[in-house]
């Protein structure tokens, strides 16, 4: 795998969870709102008797892929933190998952099991020899770019774009018909994983207010769809939002200005969160 390509990323991250399986951490999961919209070495210096590992990559992939690659790790002292894109719920649109094992498998390392359609084999072709085009013509970003395994940092943080220029983007909207797909594997995640003492926190992501506006539907949808998961946000939908210059490409994807109000809201979610659990063990 060439250093230039995002999904290098996921192999740092997989050696991360690898390495601290015996550890007691917090992970996160959830898309690219993650992988390029938190500081993890900010919150490893609150809370230092766990290892922070940003597991969050592209929501394409769907959140039971994240669920998949971390669920072997853990101890029953992690705390996992879910902060996933709202169209991940949407059933056409479940993430592309057949893709993802293509993916993954170029970096042995993945035990994801999916059956693979000739579509997505196609698409994963078409999209590699596109790759090989760019690498022979060298017109990938230069060593700066975010686009590339160098861009992650030690706890899974994408920050090669941190101090950049906001860049305009396209909004996100209410879909014309919103269809979920089944909360079963999430639920089972939940019911099995709280059992075994593990916390599960779900925070929703930043978001562009624009956006946000444009999607009271979907977000309303999410809501009741991780209810009946078993899952109730931590901090409310309508607070994690901000004003479009935190962004840079995207609705989901935040500047350093950002990044820092979003972490220092999760920051404050897991101190609750984590005394409210020690005092009720006591």
Not at 104 to 110: A, C, D, K, P
Request: charged share 25%.
């Amino acid at each position: 795998m060439s250093d230039y390509d995002f999904d290098g990323g996921l192999k740092l991250k997989h050696q991360l969870l690898k390495k601290n399986k015996d550890t007691k951490k917090i992970i996160f999961i959830g898309g690219s709102n993650l992988a390029l919209g938190l500081n993890s070495n900010k919150i490893q210096s609150s809370f230092p008797d766990y290892q922070i590992i940003n597991y969050g990559h592209r929501f394409h992939y769907g959140l039971d892929f994240y669920i998949s690659e971390i669920k072997n790790y853990l101890n029953k002292n992690d705390i996992i933190v879910i902060v996933p894109e709202y169209q991940l719920i949407l059933d056409d649109y479940f993430g592309n998952q057949a893709l993802a094992k293509l993916r993954i498998e170029n970096l042995n390392y993945s035990d994801f099991k999916i059956d693979i359609s000739p579509r997505d084999f196609l698409s994963y072709a078409n999209e590699r020899f596109r790759f090989l085009i760019k690498l022979r013509e060298g017109t990938f970003p230069n060593k700066n770019s975010h686009n590339r395994e160098s861009a992650f940092n030690e706890f899974g943080d994408c920050n090669a774009h941190w101090y950049w220029n906001h860049k305009k983007h396209q909004d996100y909207i209410d879909p014309d018909k919103i269809e979920v797909v089944s909360t079963n594997y999430l639920k089972s995640f939940t019911d099995n994983f709280t059992k075994r003492g593990n916390r599960i926190l779900l925070i929703p992501p930043m978001y562009e207010k624009n956006s946000f506006k444009l999607s009271k539907n979907l977000i309303e949808a999410n809501v009741e769809y991780y209810k009946k998961a078993g899952l109730n946000y931590a901090y409310p939908t309508d607070k994690m939002i901000l004003d479009s210059k935190y962004f840079y490409d995207s609705p989901y994807h935040l500047l350093y200005e950002g990044i820092e109000i979003k972490t220092n809201i999760i920051i404050s979610i897991l101190m609750k969160n984590i005394k409210e659990r020690t005092y009720n063990m006591q």
